[in-house]
């Protein structure tokens, strides 16, 4: 079964937009250096906080269905968008408990790599883009 996710994105201020995703609503908006109010992350910012949580999540997930307790995992992320000649570059550090065996740390990394998010931006990608005019109300 294929899943569908869904976001709308609206301009609520200068850059900045409110997200709605299914009944939940966040902020994204550039920083003031960049024009924006700073009153959210930036899409960029965005884009490494899903990679950052989706690779969390899959680790938790799989350590649950292994029984294994891991306490607190912390994934943290730094995004540097494609430049001139160098391609888009992600960096993520996992910290996890010293109390891991090597086994378990190094399962647990291999996963990693597996989560939804890290496999749509290290796979082929496909955009479908259509432009609907409408009356906007003012």
Same mark, same amino acid.
């Given at each position: 079964?294929? *899943?569908?996710?869904?976001?709308?994105?609206?301009?609520? @201020?200068?850059?900045? /937009?409110?997200?709605?995703?299914?009944?939940? /609503?966040?902020?994204?908006? &550039?920083?003031?250096?960049? @024009? %924006?109010?700073?009153?959210?992350?930036?899409? /960029?910012?965005?884009?490494?906080?899903?990679?950052?949580?989706?690779?969390?999540?899959?680790?938790?997930?799989?350590?649950? =269905?292994? %029984?294994?307790?891991? %306490?607190? $995992? &912390? *994934?943290?992320? #730094?995004?540097?968008?494609?430049?001139?000649?160098?391609?888009?570059? +992600?960096?993520?550090?996992?910290?996890?408990?010293?109390?891991?065996?090597? &086994? /378990? *740390?190094?399962?647990? =990394?291999?996963?990693?790599?597996?989560?939804? *998010?890290? =496999?749509?931006?290290? %796979? #082929? $990608?496909? +955009?479908?883009?259509? $432009? &609907?005019?409408?009356?906007?109300?003012?």
């Amino acid at each position: 079964m294929k *899943v569908t996710m869904q976001a709308t994105s609206s301009r609520s @201020g200068t850059y900045r /937009q409110t997200v709605r995703v299914r009944d939940h /609503q966040l902020i994204a908006d &550039e920083p003031l250096d960049q @024009g %924006g109010d700073d009153t959210g992350p930036s899409p /960029q910012e965005l884009l490494a906080a899903s990679l950052a949580s989706c690779t969390a999540i899959t680790m938790e997930m799989y350590a649950q =269905r292994k %029984g294994w307790d891991i %306490g607190d $995992v &912390e *994934v943290a992320c #730094e995004y540097a968008p494609a430049d001139r000649g160098c391609p888009t570059k +992600f960096s993520l550090v996992m910290r996890m408990p010293d109390s891991l065996s090597a &086994e /378990q *740390v190094e399962r647990l =990394r291999v996963i990693a790599a597996k989560c939804p *998010v890290h =496999r749509t931006l290290d %796979g #082929e $990608v496909m +955009f479908d883009e259509r $432009v &609907e005019r409408v009356s906007l109300a003012r």
